[in-house]
């Protein structure tokens, strides 16, 4: 399967990443690692009809102490994150959740930077990303903003950025090198999670984020708010599911994916009880 | 466009269009086809080659992406009459069957044997869970590798 024509160009910088994004508007698509933008385009699903290459952009690949907080360049492999050591130390679950992408070849290609602006509610690190309250620092034509990850996925492989804005960094706040738990659940290897659930403790309250259980990644609230109010983990668990409108497909119907969040997140609390 | 990398230690440079895949670049540009299209969704891992020494699905890869890279493909491995030790564990562990996943399979344990030297069992498995077999399997696979990482750390 051969991708439908295009042309392409490779970004030396992201002043002319952005100058071609605004030349040619929702005409161009944004290359990162391709591990999810190719397989779209081989199956001609993505038919841009210019391709701006930003993988070597290596301006936007690194890991950086923020004070408060890690800088992750949007660039930045998820090979990168998995080996990192500044991550280790202080926000060690997007280091061990970058680790349960795909397989090693997609690790050593796809991006933290395209896993976000993909939004794929099936994706690992966009819920973890969720449950960690990042920010993400967005650039277009106009200048710099940022956006919170709780108002950043919109809808079905929808976000906050416009076709001409590219993601530059992702802000997570410090949450130390324990404290968290990444339930994933698949069948096969290298797969997707049918359903996942990660469970984050930092600043004594915990969080939680749910993989594949809607159109976007979501926060369990109820979850939350019941171990906020004092709920014993078992309890708390059982809201996991609530509020959310999970899809019926070849792996699992509605119910065994509400059924999969409230185990995941069950042990997922356990874990780090 | 045109796009000029190094293959298996040798300079290609060709005109294509900047939809060819890396695996058809070097499949059917440099004429290398020890490289096999399996499943051509990302899946099997059939494709893996090195590129700048870290494995890829070739079938997943622009061409274009490539471009100045340093690519190893099966056929660069072998030291003239000598095999790799990868490839020599596979032949002595029997680690294939038709033959068709191991060129892949072969790419992606020299990778990963690089990133991960001395590796359990369970590491092999998940090391590799990007390559699939439909014939062995698998446990004479994880066999030569460990095999390999063996043999890899007596000679180094
Ligand atoms: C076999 C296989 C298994 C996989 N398994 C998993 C898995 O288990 N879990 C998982 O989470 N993911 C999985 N993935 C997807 C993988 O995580 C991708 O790396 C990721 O989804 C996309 O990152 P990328 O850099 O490859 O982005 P690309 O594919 O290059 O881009 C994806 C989208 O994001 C846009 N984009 C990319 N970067 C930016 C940016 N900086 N600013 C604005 N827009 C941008 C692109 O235009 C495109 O629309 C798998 C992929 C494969 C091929
Ligand atoms: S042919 Fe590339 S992964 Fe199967
Ligand atoms: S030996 Fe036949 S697919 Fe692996």
Excluded at chain 1, 25 to 49: N, Q, T, Y
Excluded at chain 2, 4 to 23: C, D, I, K, W, Y
């Amino acid at each position: 399967m051969i991708p439908a024509a295009f042309d392409y160009v490779r970004a030396d910088s992201v002043d002319a990443l952005l100058a071609t994004l605004t030349e040619h508007g929702d005409e161009a698509k944004i290359l990162a690692g391709g591990m999810s933008l190719l397989p779209l385009m081989k199956l001609r699903l993505a038919v841009p009809s210019v391709l701006v290459d930003a993988g070597r952009l290596d301006e936007l690949r690194y890991v950086r102490d923020g004070g408060d907080h890690v800088a992750i360049g949007a660039l930045t492999r998820h090979r990168d994150l998995e080996t990192n050591a500044l991550l280790a130390a202080e926000c060690a679950v997007v280091r061990t959740v970058a680790a349960e992408v795909g397989d090693n070849q997609v690790r050593h290609r796809g991006t933290i930077g395209g896993s976000v602006a993909h939004g794929d509610a099936a994706s690992d690190l966009p819920a973890v990303l969720l449950a960690l309250d990042a920010d993400f620092v967005i650039r277009g034509a106009e200048g710099e903003r940022v956006v919170a990850a709780t108002d950043f996925f919109k809808g079905f492989l929808e976000t906050a950025l416009a076709p001409d804005e590219l993601l530059t960094e992702i802000r997570v706040p410090k949450s130390g090198p324990e404290g968290f738990s990444y339930q994933k659940f698949n069948r096969r290897a290298q797969d997707w999670a049918i359903v996942g659930s990660v469970a984050v403790r930092a600043g004594g309250t915990t969080r939680v984020g749910l993989v594949n259980m809607g159109a976007i990644p979501l926060r369990a609230r109820g979850v939350e708010a019941a171990l906020a109010g004092g709920a014993a983990v078992a309890d708390a668990a059982q809201a996991a599911a609530e509020g959310t409108d999970p899809s019926a497909d070849i792996n699992a119907s509605t119910e065994y994916r509400a059924h999969l969040a409230r185990v995941l997140t069950r042990r997922a609390l356990e874990a780090i009880a | 466009m045109q796009i000029a990398m190094t293959v298996n230690g040798g300079g290609q440079s060709h005109e294509v269009e900047p939809r060819t895949l890396l695996v058809q670049y070097l499949r059917e540009s440099a004429g290398l086809t020890g490289t096999k299209v399996g499943c051509d969704t990302s899946s099997c891992g059939a494709c893996t080659v090195l590129v700048d020494g870290e494995s890829v699905k070739s079938c997943t890869m622009l061409a274009a992406q490539a471009d100045g890279a340093t690519v190893t493909t099966i056929e660069g491995l072998a030291d003239g009459p000598n095999w790799h030790a990868v490839q020599q564990a596979f032949h002595e562990h029997h680690g294939l069957q038709c033959g068709y996943c191991t060129a892949g399979m072969i790419m992606a344990a020299v990778g990963f044997l690089d990133e991960n030297p001395d590796p359990t069992d369970r590491e092999v498995r998940l090391g590799l869970e990007g390559n699939l077999c439909r014939c062995t399997g698998y446990q004479n696979i994880v066999a030569a590798v460990l095999g390999a990482a063996n043999t890899m750390k007596a000679a180094r």
